[in-house]
């Protein structure tokens, strides 16, 4: 629907920047925001989207671009 559209192109990209010692403080975060998630008002983005083989500097920077 338009309305489902219009939300997808308006909701927030958040960067999720952690130390790896903190990946339980990671973890709490994202189910923290998972409702929101869910109801596509916003998207979390952390290093867990980078997969073997991606150049993770061009990933880190296109997430960065993209988050409002």
Sequence with gaps: SH???AIV???TKVFVSYAHEDETWR???RMVLRP???K???E???DKRIRT???WHK???EALKTCR
Excluded: F, K
């Design 3 to 5: 309305v489902e559209d």
């Design 9 to 11: 192109t308006t909701r």
């Design 27 to 29: 973890d709490t975060l």
């Design 36 to 38: 929101q998630e869910r």
């Design 40 to 42: 596509r008002l916003l």
């Design 44 to 46: 979390v983005w952390d």
């Design 53 to 55: 083989g991606d150049d």
């Design 59 to 61: 990933s880190i920077d």
